[in-house]
């Protein structure tokens, strides 16, 4: 099995945050070598005074210098947790460093805060890592109680680009763990007049992919987000897969949407990508 280079971005490096807890429970059934980072915010130079603006750079270097020397923290947390990495501090717009450093990683950790959730706007750091990174994020609500992370695993398929980039992401913790359930809603009626695009059989893929997995029809409710994150939590898993963000931000802000849905009131951990 390869190695899995992993970014958990930290929004603070003292405690046991939530992002932490995820990193170390995935490094116990993965080999994962976890990239700490840590972003000292730059202050925004519109609309302020230049002394303003002075004191708050002044007050971000500071951010800066003190983030670099918790590498033994870092460190620490990492050797008690039986795991292995390195500790990255940037000083920048929090979505360019992490966008920046996940050239390098197979996946991003990062917590969905539980005072502003990104939902229902989906313009906060959550959703525009997902847009942005180019790998598929671990979203971790803040409130989540992380024990075990990829032991059960809920896929919720429709079969969008967003779903199977999700799906592929996620094979190397799908293969590990002990159930992997797939509740299927895929509208396989039409392709939208698209004749001779290939076809993808998930079943197929993950057998290929040596993944066990039970399928499980998923009906659409009135209130789909609801009906979905229900279901969900009735399979028992600790880690949901799905594709973040298939309908614009807008149209979900407008008429709602799942990863609205999930976003906000998910209580588990949501692997996605866009």
């Known amino acids: 099995m390869s190695t899995l280079d992993v970014l958990v971005h930290l929004r603070q490096y003292s405690g046991d945050p ?3 807890r995820a990193a170390l429970a995935l490094s116990r059934r993965l080999d994962t070598v976890l990239h700490g980072l840590y972003v000292a915010p730059i202050p925004p130079a519109a609309f302020t005074s230049p002394e303003t603006v002075a004191v708050l750079v002044h007050e971000s270097d500071r951010h800066f210098r003190e ?3 918790a590498d033994g923290w870092w460190q620490e947390k990492l050797a008690a947790g039986g795991a292995r990495g390195d500790w990255l501090v940037a000083q920048a717009d929090a979505l360019d460093a992490i966008a920046y450093a996940a050239r390098w990683n197979d996946l991003i950790i990062i917590e969905r805060p539980q005072q502003q959730p990104d939902a229902p706007l989906g313009w906060g750091l959550v959703s525009r890592s997902a847009f ?3 790998a598929p994020l671990l979203v971790i609500p803040e409130s989540a109680e992380v ?3 990829g032991r059960v695993v809920t896929v919720l398929w429709n079969g969008s ?3 199977i980039r999700a799906v592929h992401g996620a094979l190397p913790i799908l293969r590990r763990a002990d159930s992997v359930i797939v ?3 895929e509208n396989r ?3 939208g007049g698209l004749l001779h695009l290939p076809g993808f059989d998930l079943r197929r893929y993950l057998a290929a992919h040596a993944v066990n997995a039970d399928f499980r029809p998923s009906t659409t409710s009135a209130d789909r ?5 229900a279901a969900a939590r009735a399979t028992g898993a600790d880690l949901f897969v799905m594709g973040a963000w298939g309908h614009s931000r807008l149209t979900e802000l407008i008429v709602g949407g799942v990863t609205r849905h999930l976003f906000q009131n998910a209580d588990r951990a949501l692997l996605v990508a866009h």
């Open 18 to 20: 939530p992002a932490l």
């Open 67 to 69: 983030a670099g020397v």
């Open 132 to 134: 942005a990174a180019g």
């Open 147 to 149: 024990g075990e992370l």
């Open 161 to 163: 680009r967003e779903a």
């Open 183 to 185: 509740l299927d809603g």
């Open 189 to 191: 009626s039409g392709n």
């Open 225 to 229: 987000g609801a009906g979905l994150l």
